[in-house]
């Protein structure tokens, strides 16, 4: 069932619809960092319509998120090359255990 919730951002309310997998106080944290963000532009900018602060919020959340996308990606490529290097090392010291007992 899906319900509506009140948001500020930039000086404007806003109603959003929220459900079980965007619950109200998500959507407020989300709001509240668009309108932190608007904030942060607009005091960086001399003029600028609302509508140029939005895009260019827009623009860098959008900038940060690629940059985590890909720091993501990497710390990702990273696990799997040290687990597989681990796999491979924990292979050849079992079958050297492994040996070793058979000789015994």
Do not use: C, W
């Amino acid at each position: 069932m899906s319900t509506n919730t009140i948001v500020r951002i930039f000086g404007k309310n806003y109603s959003l619809g929220v459900d079980q997998d965007h619950p109200a106080d998500h959507v407020q944290q989300i709001a509240q960092l668009v309108d932190d963000r608007m904030g942060q532009v607009k005091s960086e900018m001399s003029t600028g319509s609302p509508l140029q602060v939005a895009i260019l919020a827009s623009l860098n959340l959008v900038e940060e998120l690629q940059s985590l996308q890909e720091d993501y990606a990497s710390a990702e490529s990273d696990i799997t090359l040290r687990t597989s290097r681990l796999t491979a090392s924990l292979g050849r010291l079992f079958a050297e255990v492994e040996a070793s007992s058979i000789d015994s």
